[in-house]
């Protein structure tokens, strides 16, 4: 049972009556920071009399202002007691703050494109632009990432529009048929091995996951007796929405607004790529006796508890618990004490990962740990293999 106040009652096995207040049930509306400040902007932009150097705001604020948020405010090792979890899992208020965000994403990208198609801004602007608003676009994928796991027709319909923003329509179904069957092995293009970097896990997820999408759908399709092009593809309803915005943005702007529309789609993309590449780097399931993969548990995904980027991407950096049980909403996702850990959250982690040997300096070590030193137990890139076991000495074949 639950209240308006976020109060929660639950029973234990005994019989006895637990109430529990979610302290952090309106901390989730910090996800209003990012987007208050990419707004302002374009605010400031005027204000200020036209200057472009405040184009370098969002760009910064998710590199700079989410790492220190994160240092500052620590982590957050809180679990709501099990005897609450389905009260708090049905509360529609959860879902009404998740649905919410997926609309005012869309008013602030189009408040960037229109402010992009209608100022003389210079190249360097529109490039800060392209990284820190596609990287936010791509943010929006914590939403869909969400929603789309759900049953519920609205919810995956909100998911659905969310992706029409950046133009990622096989992200759902690719997702949930794909990567939470293959992840952590060798098969699986979006989990990220050993001693890969992330500009060749890049090619590796975005080609790989694509085609997995577009085959997924083909075979969702012909199950229902539909071709695959047909209305009734969840898929290209998506490319179809974002090509004729895209289409609608050159009537109004002209082609030149393609310099920023395009890469700007690429960025979002990126964004949900750099996630899958830390959400997993190196870490393997093992294979069974009968040729099977032993069942995804906590211990196959990289967890961290920072708070800030925790709050902000509702609860995604505690992939431990959510790759065990996807269905397990945002607002109840738990920690555990023996999974493996980033060292940062989100942020920091995808700064590191753009420059390949500060990635492996630190994560290396800490997949060794997690292998317990035996590197045949890792999800090891093949062209790097001969190098890491000279480096830690174990055989990647033993």
């Known amino acids: 049972m639950t209240t308006a106040t976020g ?51 969002p760009m910064l604020f998710f590199y700079a202002f989410t790492p220190l948020m994160d240092f500052l405010l620590g982590e957050d090792e809180h679990n709501p007691p099990e005897e609450v979890v389905n009260a708090m899992a049905e ?15 869309i008013a602030l990208f189009i408040a960037f494109v229109v402010f992009v198609g209608t100022q003389n801004l210079p190249w360097w602007a529109i490039l800060a632009l392209i990284f820190g608003v596609g990287i936010n676009s791509g943010g929006v994928m914590a939403l869909t990432h969400e929603l789309g796991h759900k049953a519920n027709k609205l919810d995956r319909l909100s998911a659905k529009i969310g992706n029409m923003i950046m133009g990622y329509g096989h992200f759902n179904i690719e997702h949930n048929k794909g990567h939470h069957t293959w992840v952590a092995t060798p098969e699986d293009p979006a989990s990220s091995r050993m001693g890969e970097n992330f500009y060749a896990f890049m090619v590796r997820e975005l080609s790989g996951t694509f085609v997995r999408g577009i085959s997924y759908e083909k075979a969702r399709l012909a199950k229902k007796g539909h071709r695959f092009w047909s209305i009734h593809n969840d898929v290209l309803q998506v490319y179809a929405v974002t090509l004729a915005a895209s289409a609608l943005f050159v009537a109004l702007f002209g082609w030149s607004i393609l310099i920023f529309l395009i890469p700007h789609h690429f ?17 393997k399931r093992e294979m069974l006796a009968n040729g099977k993969y032993e069942r995804c548990q906590p ?27 996807p269905q397990r909403p945002y607002q109840v996702l738990r920690d555990y004490n023996d999974v493996p850990s980033l060292p940062t959250g989100y942020g920091g982690c995808f700064a590191m990962a753009f420059v390949p040997p500060i990635w492996f300096s630190v994560m290396d070590k800490r997949v ?13 890139c093949p062209r790097a293999e001969a190098k890491l076991e000279k480096k830690w000495g174990v055989s990647a074949s033993a």
């Open 7 to 57: 109060q929660f009652t639950g029973r234990t096995e005994n019989g006895d009556t637990i109430i529990y207040k979610d302290g952090k049930r309106y901390y989730w509306w910090l996800i209003l920071i990012p987007v208050f400040a990419s707004f302002s902007t374009i605010w400031l932009y005027f204000a200020l009399g036209k200057n472009p150097i405040v184009t370098l705001i």
């Open 299 to 325: 211990k196959h995904s990289w967890n961290t508890n920072h708070t800030y980027s925790n709050l902000v991407s509702f609860n995604l950096q505690r992939h431990s618990d959510h790759h065990a049980f």
């Open 368 to 380: 060794m740990e997690w292998a317990e030193g035996d590197l045949s137990k890792v999800n090891i």
């Open 267 to 283: 960025l979002a993309w990126l964004a949900l790529t750099q996630a899958n590449y830390v959400e997993h780097y190196g870490l």
């Open 91 to 105: 509360d529609n208020y959860y879902r009404f703050v998740i649905h919410s965000q997926i609309y005012i994403a």
